[in-house]
């Protein structure tokens, strides 16, 4: 039976027209471009402002350097885990370059380079994954919410604050940032929704690394892009070539711009490739081929960003040298920080989980000062 | 009770301009069992905010709200309705004060009418207390008087911690001599509170369950017992001096909750009463709770909510002789 066969279903009941509301028609504009944006290599890259993007040049290398520090230190075993950026440095930086001091950063746990970039000091953003503390830091201190591990629960937070910060008043515009398996979870869907309805000033930033762990995009979603899934929210969703930092760069500061200015939320997939296993933990041979890394290393966000700016004359020898030297003593002074020994008090177990410890806690706490005072007899 | 909590929230949202109300329905009609009636009206939808239907999205918007200085107030329509929120309830929301050593507390009031006993379909009368008082870092209170629903619902609000508020819908309805326009100070949270003074036996229950057995508790004159009714009020912190004291007085004890009896509050009470009123005890701790079923069906409920009978039936088996 065809639905024109079904009772009910003649010509007149079809002609009729629902009297309520309508579908919106001005989506068009929402719809994003089929090609990643990229300004490095195009004529795009004629309006590069210098300064900013010597900038860029001297924290992408650095931040490339802080990936292998962090890496050599899981090795060495004072880190308990790193989820590596190298290859997503551009993503990272940008993120963080855009962001005004009373902006807020929503990282999710590989994001520790955005927090670094965004000036956090290196050994605070690795106090989870060294499993001193879980977050390190005062996340108002630095408007840096803490390192979430469970993905994309961290978007409504984003979303919550800037909604609470437009309703007093306040200029603030919160970026949210997810990886492409992160887009699948209930909490991004919901994030996005609640945004969009409340024209919230929020950016969402997906890193499409090209895996969840092992799982490739086209087992993740069958969307044609990420950034199509904006559409469906009432939200312009924008692709960018997330190795070039340039165009980076521009996308989040205008999608910034928008929110500040009140036009609400925008979804931004960058799509970028993870050089690296997912954690020490990972065995990425077993899920991709040599050729793909290959080719993903020919189009290195460093290398990119290097050639155009050598080619313009914006950077010479001597500021690539600058960059490194200084990416160096970054890299010193986070061994140093990460040698040292913390120094955590048991008795912290138990004095954070209320605001007033309950009597249960005390005993439980009394409990584990005898055991400790009892060692320290032995 | 309906009354009193949402002169609860009025009164704490003209204090205090950081508290909001936030929800599904909870604007222009009120919410479902009318609880923030008129508050949208009065507050206007900034401060009383109908949100798209979404648990987690609720719950979790209302976390980035308290991290920059707000006092969201929840709504999850009905106990089964808050499960999609969990992962945010029990990742962030009772972690976050823990995660940042006491940098970011969080001070969100999480709503949620939960328990039988009004003819609901299915999903919409699981006492889901236990999924919760499981949680560190959660309080959990539970009025069983009007004058509670007011006094807790100010104090959970006034929490600097996320505080879970279960509301028994079956006493909504609940009349009592209660003067809103001056409400009477209720000791605040983590404080059980003596109904009713015994000398045979402590009957220990909260919420849902404290009429039922207040009500066995004068059926069980006839039978010659004194009953001593204990209401809990909070689950978390959990009052045991109090409760201790009654045992140790009265030398028996039954725990009485609808939630489903294995792995329940019941047991943990039961467990804390043995361990520190063991020499005191004339007979085992006993419980009543629901059965280990999934909430049944209205036709059946009455067969699974701990009533009076049931009640007697335990009490007597208090009378102990091996």
Redesign the interface.
């Known amino acids: 039976m065809t639905v024109q066969e079904l009772p009910g279903a003649g010509a007149s009941h079809r002609s009729t027209t629902p009297p309520a509301w309508r579908p919106r028609t001005d989506a068009a504009p929402l719809l994003p471009d089929p090609e990643p944006y990229r300004v490095l290599g195009t004529e795009a890259a004629d309006r590069l402002d210098p300064e900013l993007m010597r900038r860029c040049y001297a924290e992408l290398v650095r931040g490339r350097r802080y990936n292998a520090q962090a890496t050599a230190l899981t090795k060495q075993g004072r880190l308990a885990v790193y989820p590596s950026t190298v290859g997503q440095e551009a993503c990272e930086i940008a993120a963080a370059m855009v962001l005004e001091d009373q902006d807020w950063l929503f990282p999710s746990y590989r994001d520790t380079l955005a927090a670094v970039a965004r000036g956090l000091d290196p050994v605070q953003a690795l106090t989870l994954l060294r499993g001193d503390?879980?977050?390190g830091y005062?996340?108002?201190?630095h408007r840096i919410?803490?390192l979430s591990t469970?993905l994309a629960?961290q978007?409504?937070?984003?979303?919550?604050?800037?909604?609470?910060?437009r309703?007093?008043g306040d200029d603030?515009v919160?970026l949210a940032m997810v990886g492409d398996g992160g887009t699948s979870e209930?909490?991004f869907?919901?994030?996005l929704?609640?945004a969009a309805?409340w024209q919230a000033p929020v950016v969402f930033l997906v890193q499409n690394n090209g895996f969840a762990i092992s799982v490739p995009l086209a087992k993740q979603t069958a969307a044609p892009t990420l950034a199509h899934k904006a559409v469906g929210y009432g939200m312009p969703g924008r692709l960018v070539d997330g190795n070039d930092i340039a165009a980076m760069h521009e996308v989040l500061t205008e999608a910034v711009r928008r929110a500040r200015a009140g036009g609400g939320p925008t979804l931004i997939e960058a799509v970028t490739y993870r050089m690296e296993a997912h954690t020490n933990a990972d065995d990425a041979t077993r899920y991709r081929g040599d050729a793909e890394v290959e080719a993903w290393k020919a189009h290195d966000p460093i290398d990119l960003l290097e050639r155009e700016l050598t080619a313009r004359g914006i950077i010479d020898e001597a500021a690539v040298k600058a960059a490194r030297d200084d990416a160096e003593v970054m890299a010193a002074a986070l061994r140093e920080g990460m040698n040292a020994d913390p120094v955590v008090d048991p008795m912290?177990l138990f004095?954070?989980?209320?605001?007033e410890q309950?009597?249960?806690l005390r005993e439980q706490a009394a409990m584990l000062r005898a055991e400790l005072e009892a060692e320290d007899q032995a | 009770m309906a009354q009193a909590l949402t002169r609860a929230m009025r009164d704490a949202m003209a204090e205090d301009p950081t508290v909001h109300v936030m929800g599904e329905d909870v604007g222009t009609l009120g919410g479902v069992f009318r609880i923030t009636d008129g508050l949208a009206k009065e507050f206007g939808e900034e401060r009383c905010t109908d949100t798209p239907l979404a648990e987690a999205g609720i719950l979790g918007a209302a976390v980035g709200m308290a991290m920059y200085g707000l006092r969201p107030v929840v709504e999850m329509q009905f106990d089964a309705f808050a499960y999609p929120a969990f992962e945010q309830l029990i990742s962030h929301v009772a972690k976050m004060r823990n995660r940042t050593r006491g940098a970011m507390p969080l001070p969100i009031t999480i709503r949620v009418p939960y328990g039988g006993g009004i003819g609901g379909v299915e999903h919409h009368c699981d006492s889901s207390e236990a999924y919760y008082v499981a949680t560190p870092g959660l309080t959990v209170v539970t009025p069983a008087t009007v004058e509670d629903a007011y006094g807790l619902l100010r104090a959970s609000i006034a929490s600097d911690d996320p505080v879970v508020f279960l509301e028994p819908k079956r006493l909504y309805w609940s009349k009592a001599d209660w003067r809103p326009e001056a409400p009477a100070a209720v000791p605040g949270i983590g404080k059980a509170l003596v109904r009713r003074t015994g000398t045979s036996a402590t009957l220990i229950t909260y919420g849902p369950s404290l009429p039922v057995c207040l009500e066995a508790a004068e059926a069980a004159r006839e039978e010659g017992w004194d009953l001593e009714v204990v209401d809990l009020r909070s689950l978390v912190p959990f009052d045991e001096d109090t409760v201790v004291e009654s045992v140790r007085r009265t030398g028996r004890a039954v725990v009485v909750h609808e939630a489903n009896g294995f792995g329940g509050p019941g047991a943990e009470i039961a467990a804390r009463i043995t361990e520190r009123c063991f020499h005191h005890l004339e007979a085992p701790v006993l419980r009543v709770t629901g059965f280990d079923i999934p909430y049944p069906p209205p036709m059946l409920e009455k067969h699974h909510l701990p009533g009076v009978d049931r009640i007697l039936d335990t009490v007597a088996r208090l009378q102990w002789e091996n």
């Open positions: 503390w879980h977050t005062d996340p108002r201190e919410a803490p469970p629960t978007l409504p937070h984003a979303v919550g604050l800037a909604h609470a910060a309703l007093r603030v919160a209930g909490d869907h919901e994030a929704n609640f309805v912290d004095a954070h989980v209320y605001a309950t009597d249960r």
